[in-house]
Each structure stands twice: as C-alpha cells, then as structure tokens.
C-alpha cells in the first residue's frame, strides 16, 4: 500500500472519530483548592442497544458510557472516562474522581493513600 493509500485509510478512519466530538465543546471553569480548573466533556460514546430495539437507558445529562472529560489544573490535563454509575455524571480513572452535582461546587477528589478531596468553587469574574 503506497503512502497516499494509507493517508486516504487513516483520515477515512478518522472521521468518524472526528463527527462524534462537539464541533463547539463546552468549556466550564472554577477554582479548585486555590487554582484555576477548567472542564471538557469530550463526546465519544453511544447509548448501548439492548437485545430489543429499545436502547438501555445510560445517557444521562446529554452523556454516555464511552464519554469522557478532559480537566486542566495545575499544568496538568486529566483525561477521566465517564462512568456508567446512576445519577448525575461522573468521570475517575480510578485516582481521580470528578463530579459536578452542585454546579458552585463540583466534588473533585484524589486517590492516594488516602482519599483527599479539593474544594471547588464558582470561578468569579
């Protein structure tokens, strides 16, 4: 396969990839334990069909299982995978935990040896 073909195959590949991710995604911002978070949701997943033509009800908040959001804090960019728990979304690689009930105060928490959690406020202006 000569280089041009390949080229041709990859962006072929890409677009679907391209398509599922908001052309506009929506940015959101407030201040974690003393410095500047920013939040991401990136759009990957789909609503997983069942064994019946009714799809299994796991969006929830415009996201689903398959969804991730990427934070930025401290220099640091956090790609945590949604998770396909009830209730309002949330995202954790396993060490970190990300959830936005209270949207003046996300709960963002750090496994280490023990679970530390930072306090999150609205960023002002």
């Known amino acids: 396969m000569n280089r041009f073909s390949r080229g041709v195959l990859t962006l072929l590949l890409l677009i ?16 974690c334990d003393g410095d500047r978070l920013t939040a991401e949701v990136v759009h990957l997943g789909r609503d997983a069909i ?18 991730l959001i990427l934070l930025t804090w401290r220099g640091v960019t956090l790609q945590l ?20 009930e ?3 105060h996300p709960d963002f928490r750090q496994r280490r040896s023990s679970i530390i959690q930072y306090i999150c406020d609205t960023e002002t202006s």
Do not use: F, H, K
């Not at 679907?16 to 959101?28: D, F, H, N």
């Open 50 to 67: 069942g064994t019946t033509t009714e799809p299994i009800p796991n969006i929830s908040d415009g996201t689903s299982p398959g969804d």
């Open 81 to 100: 995978p949604r998770t396909n728990n009830a209730g309002v979304p949330s995202y954790t690689d396993g060490r970190w935990w990300w959830q936005v």
């Open 16 to 31: 679907p990839l391209l398509l599922a991710c908001e052309a506009e995604p929506a940015v959101a911002a407030w201040i």
């Open 102 to 104: 209270d949207p003046d």
